[in-house]
């Protein structure tokens, strides 16, 4: 099993930044890779981006060169640097853990990009 908390999220001008911060607990060696996904209102899920326990990173083609998603692993804890946000950026912000034939959730982070 693991646990995953995130925090950080809030309201933003355009143009702000956030840094959000998932906490991990539980099975965390069992972890191959984590991900950050959003859903804003009334809209699908959608993958932000991903890291690999290597430290390799992708991310959605709408936030290249503005997110970047980092891990520090003493701190058992994956990040996402949220740079020049944008109104479409409004949404609930989910980490996942990635084990051998389970994904991980956590509950959400708020962010609010509104002027």
């Known amino acids: 099993q693991v646990q995953l908390v995130e925090s950080g999220g809030g309201l933003v001008q355009p143009g702000g930044s956030l840094r959000l911060s998932c906490a991990t607990s539980?099975?965390?060696?069992?972890?191959?890779?984590m991900g950050w996904y959003r859903q804003a209102l009334g809209k699908q899920r959608e993958l932000v981006g991903a890291?690999?326990?290597?430290?390799?990173?992708n991310y959605a083609d709408s936030v290249k060169g503005r997110f970047t998603i980092s891990r520090d692993r003493a701190k058992n804890t994956a990040y996402l640097q949220m740079n020049s946000l944008k109104p479409e950026d409004t949404a609930v912000y989910y980490c996942?853990?990635?084990?051998?034939?389970?994904?991980?959730w956590g509950k959400g982070t708020l962010v609010t990009v509104s002027s």
């Open positions: 890291i690999t326990s290597g430290g390799r990173t």
């Open positions: 996942d853990a990635r084990t051998i034939g389970m994904d991980y």
């Open positions: 539980g099975s965390i060696f069992s972890i191959f890779a």
